[in-house]
């Protein structure tokens, strides 16, 4: 999987590929990173928490939770984008800076407050909203990267495999410039 990354990161389409040792590097590194982000979700779930936003309304959503929903749906319809117009690469670039830059170095690091505060109700939410963007990732990272994400996905949800889980469709309404 951090091979397919790392070629997908060089690969544009209609071009020659620049092979590069630093970029099959960064697929591992995020393969590593994805690892580790899911490890941290599932380590710091209670019992009984699930993914189902249904359950939340408007009010109960932190900032940061409307924040990340507002990025992810936004990611989703950039890569169904991507794969309809067959740039492979544009969707892996997506996901990638969507995973580093917003959910791993900017919602999981507000939630740890959250996570491990005495607010037991802010932490069910933060631990929803997380559950439910790490689903999210898992599922739009699935095509190109089976192996690892079929893991973290055993570890989340015993019940199903992941390839035959619902594609993540985008709610345009949670969407806030």
Same mark, same amino acid.
């Given at each position: 999987? !951090?091979?397919?990354?790392? /070629? ?8 020659? /590929? ?7 590097? &960064? ?10 982000? !899911? ?25 940061? +939770? $409307? #924040?990340?929903?507002? *990025? ?17 690469? +544009? !969707?892996?670039?997506?996901?990638? +800076?969507?995973?580093? $830059?917003?959910?791993?170095? #900017? ?13 037991? *109700?802010? $932490? !069910? ?11 999210? /990732?898992? *599922?739009?990272? &699935? ?7 079929e893991e973290i996905w055993s570890h989340i949800d015993k019940n199903e495999l992941l390839i035959n889980a619902q594609w993540p469709t985008a709610d345009k309404e949670m969407i806030d410039k």
């Amino acid at each position: 999987d !951090a091979l397919r990354v790392g /070629i997908l990161l060089i690969a544009p389409q209609g071009l020659d /590929i620049l092979f590069s040792e630093d970029k099959i590097e &960064h697929g591992r590194n995020f393969m590593n990173k994805l690892w580790n982000s !899911a490890r941290f979700v599932e380590m710091n779930m209670d019992e009984g928490i699930n993914s189902d936003l249904s359950e939340l309304s408007n009010d109960e959503l932190d900032v940061t +939770d $409307k #924040w990340i929903l507002s *990025k992810l749906n936004s990611t989703i319809i950039e890569v169904e984008n991507a794969y309809d117009n067959y740039r492979m690469n +544009d !969707a892996v670039k997506l996901v990638y +800076d969507f995973v580093y $830059k917003n959910f791993c170095d #900017w919602y999981i690091e507000f939630s740890k407050s959250r996570f491990y505060g005495t607010d037991k *109700k802010d $932490k !069910a939410v933060a631990q929803k909203v997380s559950l439910y963007v790490l689903e999210a /990732i898992l *599922k739009l990272m &699935h095509p190109y990267c089976p192996f690892i994400t079929e893991e973290i996905w055993s570890h989340i949800d015993k019940n199903e495999l992941l390839i035959n889980a619902q594609w993540p469709t985008a709610d345009k309404e949670m969407i806030d410039k």
